[in-house]
Nanobody
């Protein structure tokens, strides 16, 4: 089970930190990803990290502004979002999949979404 939290309303230029708590099974060997879906748009992979933390991916639109991290002891994945822009407004989902290929096309577990709204 994946439980996402931390969304909210923030002004442009502000910051938010999303959390994704994993429970119910071990996710060792999985890739943990943060996806987002804006109204009228397809869901896209924003950032991903291997459970070991050794492999990290960022979408070009967030590189340099977002940081993904993992706390294995707490079974929690974080997404620190800085310098937020109105175009970052979306529902953000955490997910777990067996591979990073094709922007984590294969997902075994989805968390519920958390809404991030960035006002201009």
């Amino acid at each position: 089970q994946l439980q996402a939290s931390g969304g909210g309303l923030v002004q442009a230029g502000g910051s938010l930190r999303l959390s994704c708590a994993a429970s119910g099974r071990t996710f060792r060997g999985y890739f943990m990803g943060w996806f987002r879906q804006a109204p009228g748009k397809e869901r896209e992979l924003v950032a991903a990290i291997s459970w070991s933390g050794g492999v990290i991916y960022y979408a070009g639109s967030v590189k340099g502004r977002f940081t993904i991290s993992i706390d294995n002891a707490k079974n929690t994945v974080y997404l620190q979002m800085n310098s937020l822009k109105p175009e970052d407004t979306a529902v953000y989902y955490c997910a777990a999949g067996p591979r990073l290929a094709d922007k984590m096309r294969d997902i075994d577990y989805w968390g519920q979404g958390t809404l991030v709204t960035v006002s201009s």
